[in-house]
């Protein structure tokens, strides 16, 4: 535990939450200033900062975990869709340093849900960049 991380806090039961679930090795609780109604996080028990630096078993049980209630926001709320989110970084958005998945979920009706898309969808990239990103990961990756 990381005495100075809110995450921890909440798992350990030092910081208040309204928690969904917890197993083994992860917790559930809803997101304080949701984007929608519903809007939850799951994160990993044992603290991990990052997307880089969390084991993949901790991983593996968060996804697990997220898709578990994911199909419960259908049929527990009403849900027209769900989006699963992680950021890595503060330059993607990432504001507490434990790992964590949110699962949002999603509604036609609006009053319920204020999301919308960060990237402007229907913009064709330039396909030289692409085919260069791709060449480079490949490489970094060693797959040829
Ligand atoms: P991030 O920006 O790091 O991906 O997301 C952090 C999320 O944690 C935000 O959606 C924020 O609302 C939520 N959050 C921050 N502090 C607390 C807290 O003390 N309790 C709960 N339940 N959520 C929090
Ligand atoms: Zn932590």
Redesign the pocket.
């Known amino acids: 535990m990381s005495n100075d991380c ?2 921890c806090q ?1 798992v350990a039961g030092q ?1 208040p ?2 928690p969904i679930a917890e197993t083994e090795s992860t917790f559930a ?7 929608s109604d519903g ?1 939850l ?1 799951v994160v990993p028990k044992r603290h991990s900062t990052d997307l880089r630096d969390i084991p993949a078993d901790d991983l593996a049980e968060v996804a697990l975990e997220s898709q578990r209630i994911a199909k419960h926001a259908y049929s527990a709320w009403d849900a027209d869709g769900v989006n699963l ?3 890595c970084g503060a330059d993607a ?5 434990h790992f ?1 998945m ?1 699962v949002i979920p999603r509604y036609r009706d609006k009053d319920k849900d204020r999301l919308r898309l960060p990237f402007e969808p229907g913009i064709r990239g330039n396909q030289d960049l692409i085919d260069s990103l791709a060449a480079s990961m490949r490489e970094s990756l060693g797959e040829g």
């Open positions: 809110i995450f909440i910081a939450s309204a609780f809803m997101d304080i200033q949701p984007g809007h996080l989110l992680n950021c958005w990432q504001t507490v340093f964590h949110h």
